[in-house]
């Protein structure tokens, strides 16, 4: 597992999650909503390759993803197939 990946642009990415063939791109940020929606997925909107890209939270308030998985904090800490 990498922690923080920064693309020329300067957007970052918090953790890269690589594991045999498969990649994971992952956020994380306390509270998620329409305002701040935005401002966590540029970085993940900008890459673009195929692999999963999530945003983990401990307060989801968003109204649209588009092609980013939101996952509850609490549903990550008891997930055991990352």
């Not at 922690?3 to 999650?17: E, L, P």
């Not at 994380?28 to 983990?56: H, M, P, Q």
């Amino acid at each position: 597992m990498k922690f923080f990946r920064q693309n020329r642009s300067g957007d970052d990415i918090d953790f890269v999650i690589k594991k045999d063939n498969i990649i994971k791109y992952v956020q994380v940020c306390e509270t998620l909503d329409d305002k701040n929606f935005e401002t966590e997925s540029r970085s993940l909107l900008k890459i673009k390759d195929a692999y999963d890209k999530f945003i983990i939270c401990s307060t989801i308030s968003v109204s649209r993803t588009r092609r980013i998985k939101i996952i509850y904090l609490g549903d990550f800490l008891v997930k055991k197939d990352w």
